[in-house]
């Protein structure tokens, strides 16, 4: 391959090291390719590896059997994030989200004016993007995409013959389509009678209770994928249509595991593992590295993906893309480790980071006391399975396993995939393996610095901080980011007790002082002194460590002080401040008793226009904030119907 560049600076690629073989080799029954593929990412919602292909032939898929067939399939591809919005900022930037503060589901970031999106890079390297439908990145996607619409065919509206990338999100398989009934029976109208899934074939997994209602659920989601095997299909027939299909690249995958409880949000291989399938027409099948079969177990994480479509369309991979390209020309070593990480889902607050080697998963919880099933609107019984959940565990059925996701969590969990594919025993403590967590942990630990990990400081804290710049600038560029020290005070959360935490309230940085009130938290009880520490903090500069301190205020004994302090800052305009209080707020409970007027106030700040189709103002920080106060007062008795 040779790279030439215009007087305008455009790249343009030939491939002529393959032209002058095939004229030297004129028996080659294919010829190859003397221009880079057009590449389609065809991404689905919420879908673990269920295919016949990874050995569950329940759903009848015949378009993504024969990408299968004709491709590679990826048996170790795994999100970056167990929920969307992060892992599409990943996907679409080549970032961790964690590097830009994309982390959470959902935010308004600025994206830094450093950085290049991957459809940025194609298209001054020559290729028209296209997008379909979905975004969700965690900042604007404005002016990336060249077209941008519903088309499952959009390099139809190219106005020449450049080539194409398509990002084409299929919906039908997202949570929302299996765990509402009325969605459900909309998206599978068309399935006849005899092509729904019978429950009575389900193999329920051991997380749930084998109960009448969890088949069914489970069922449900198997009818999903043969709806989404469809537009699958309509994919494929275009292409074939067109001519296209042997001159393009084709990745099938989702965006994380199963939209059901233990699978989405967590950060086990049910919630990160996704199928990956990835298929290269003939032409272009020298670039598949060498060794590389139809089917390999090679660990590959999103944040390859960007650099891999890249090195396949023969450009230059921005230095600040933070994965590998697994595919192409210029393929380095296979990576040894992927990383995940799990924060705020709507409006519940969560901090926890993983890594996965070729057979170990750990993952480390710094916010340990909060359990799994978190009390609140996203995982109430609006959807189906959580209510199948719920609805075993009221009538005794759940054994420890099942129950366990209502308790507390471990400080660390471990897992050997080899052993224990299903993830059921915690093997954190187990004597043996300590190396093997020693050597996890410390990856996970240099992962965090590496990449100024912006989930060490709230998200209110470092929009703050970053205030006239954007959360990744800040991180690598202010010089009061501390985040050795702020980790190191994190990693003290479930291990150390008041004599360590107590004099860190006083550290001249708040992010040091926000997790030694969050250790603070995870003690059975607090003595006089921590408590007076911890109402000295009331009046602390960082709004973070105001609303944390007044929680653990009210676990440890009424202090309307506290409360009162909630109350001025759930009705702050920062939308960000507004949310973390809140979620504080739902937590205490009954103590929020005196808000009651206040909370009622901010609902009514909240409201988006009365011909709206939404609730309120934005399905982002208003509504997040307003599910968390109205199910503070459901919980206080008022009558108020959450969303």
């Known amino acids: 391959m040779i790279t030439f560049y215009s007087d305008n600076g455009k790249q343009y690629i030939f491939w002529l090291g393959l032209l002058l073989l095939t004229a030297c080799n004129s028996t080659e029954s294919v010829p190859e390719a003397s221009t880079p593929p057009n590449i389609i990412w065809i991404i689905a919602e919420d879908i673990s590896p269920a295919f016949a292909c990874y050995g569950d032939s329940l759903a009848q898929t015949p378009n993504i059997d024969r990408l299968c067939r004709e491709g590679i399939r990826f048996d170790n591809a795994y999100a970056t994030a167990p929920i969307c919005a992060p892992s599409r900022s990943c996907l679409v930037s080549g970032r961790y989200a964690i590097s830009m503060g994309t982390q959470h589901l959902r935010s308004e970031i600025p994206f830094s004016p450093n950085l290049k999106t991957l459809p940025e890079v194609l298209r001054t390297g020559g290729y028209f993007t296209s997008n379909r439908n979905k975004t969700d990145y965690n900042f604007s996607p404005e002016g990336l995409w060249e077209h941008w619409s519903g088309s499952y065919a959009p390099w139809r509206q190219r106005t020449d013959d450049r080539p194409f990338f398509s990002f084409i999100n299929v919906g039908p398989s997202h949570e929302g389509s299996v765990n509402r009934l009325a969605s459900y029976e909309e998206n599978v109208k068309e399935l006849s009678a005899e092509q729904r899934i019978d429950p009575n074939r389900v193999n329920v997994p051991p997380y749930y209770p084998d109960t009448e209602a969890s088949r069914e659920v489970w069922a449900h989601y198997y009818d999903m994928l043969q709806v989404l095997d469809k537009n699958v299909g309509l994919i494929l027939d275009s292409l074939e249509t067109d001519g296209l299909l042997e001159e393009t690249v084709i990745f099938f995958f989702g965006d994380h595991g199963f939209g059901m409880p233990r699978y989405k949000r967590w950060l086990y291989d049910t919630g990160l593992n996704v199928p990956l ?360 008795g008022e009558d108020i119907k959450v969303n």
């Open 277 to 636: 399938m990835v298929r290269i027409p003939e032409k272009y099948r020298h670039l598949q590295p060498d060794g590389m079969d139809n089917a390999t177990d090679q660990l590959v994480s999103f944040v390859d993906f960007a650099p891999t479509v890249l090195n396949l369309a023969g450009l230059n991979i921005p230095e600040t893309m933070e994965g590998q390209a697994f595919l192409g020309d210029r393929v380095p070593r296979e990576r040894t480790y992927v990383f995940a990480a799990r924060d705020r889902a709507d409006d519940m607050f969560e901090m926890s980071r993983a890594v996965r080697n070729d057979r170990y998963l750990y993952i480390r919880h710094f916010m340990p006391h909060l359990p799994y099933m978190q009390s609140g609107f996203i995982y109430s019984d609006v959807k189906e399975g959580f209510r199948a959940l719920r609805e075993a565990r009221a009538a005794g059925l759940n054994n420890e396993l099942q129950e366990s996701m209502w308790q507390a969590k471990p400080i660390e969990e471990l897992y050997d995939l080899q052993e224990d594919p299903a993830e059921l025993r915690n093997l954190a403590d187990v004597a043996e393996l300590q190396e093997t967590k020693t050597e996890l942990s410390g990856q996970l630990h240099q992962w965090m610095l590496d990449h100024r990990d912006l989930g060490l400081l709230t998200e209110a804290e470092y929009m703050i901080r970053s205030a006239g710049s954007t959360p990744y600038d800040y991180a690598r560029t202010g010089d009061d980011y501390r985040v050795e020290e702020i980790l190191e005070t994190a990693e003290m959360v479930g291990r150390m007790g008041e004599e360590a935490l107590v004099p860190l309230l006083q550290n001249a940085d708040s992010g040091v002082r926000y997790w030694a009130v969050m250790g603070l938290i995870q003690l059975a009880e607090l003595s006089p002194a921590a408590v007076s520490a911890l109402q000295k903090l009331l009046a602390d500069d960082s709004p973070s460590v105001r609303i944390l301190a007044a929680e653990a205020l009210s676990y440890a004994g009424d202090d309307p002080q506290a409360v009162q302090t909630l109350g001025e800052l759930v009705a702050d305009d920062r939308p960000w401040v507004a949310l973390e209080a809140a979620r504080s707020i739902q937590l205490i409970g009954e103590d929020a008793r005196p808000l009651i007027p206040v909370l009622y106030q901010v609902l009514e700040k909240n409201l988006g226009q009365p011909d709206a189709p939404r609730k309120y103002k934005d399905f982002n920080y208003a509504a997040f904030t307003s599910w968390a106060l109205e199910w503070a007062l459901q919980e206080m």
